[in-house]
């Protein structure tokens, strides 16, 4: 389920991203920056609406949403899209539609690891992100903190 993902997930590798966003219609000096740029995301719920928080050098973005229910966004490129987010198996599935442009983005759980698949007219970009343990999600989860003796 969505649980699996909840937390915060920093950007360890990026496969194909300048492709990617030059696909979307991005010009070349924001596609330069959000090269540079290794976000952080935190997913979030809250009862039955599921945020979506990402921070980067390049631009910050949030999205709140219901599963199987469009909404709006504008995207951290500048695309006001319409969205509809769905659940399958493992992955959580997010569509984005606009100016006849269609950008599916595939979240999902790998050896621990969030894998983030985005793509558009058949050009895919793999990011892949590692869980941060903050200090409120330790208090949550005790369990996956690792602790460290000290030998003398």
């Not at 991005?26 to 959000?34: C, T």
């Not at 399958?88 to 759980?109: F, H």
């Not at 985005?118 to 949550?140: F, G, H, P």
Request: hydrophobic share 30%.
């Amino acid at each position: 389920m969505v649980d699996r993902l909840q937390g915060t997930w920093k950007s360890i590798s990026c496969e194909n991203f300048e492709k990617y966003m030059k696909e979307l219609g991005m010009g070349r000096a924001s596609r330069k920056l959000a090269c540079l740029a290794r976000p952080t995301v935190t997913i979030s719920t809250q009862e039955d609406l599921i945020t979506i928080k990402t921070k980067s050098i390049f631009k910050n973005n949030e999205i709140s949403f219901k599963l199987g229910e469009e909404f709006e966004e504008t995207t951290p490129g500048g695309y006001k899209t319409k969205s509809v987010v769905t659940f399958d198996k493992d992955s959580l599935i997010q569509v984005q539609d606009w100016d006849g442009k269609e950008n599916t983005i595939r979240r999902k759980l790998v050896d621990g690891k969030m894998v983030v698949e985005s793509a558009v007219n058949n050009v895919i970009c793999t990011r892949t992100y590692e869980r941060v343990q903050t200090q409120s999600e330790t208090l949550k989860h005790p369990q996956t903190v690792i602790q460290t003796a000290e030998v003398v």
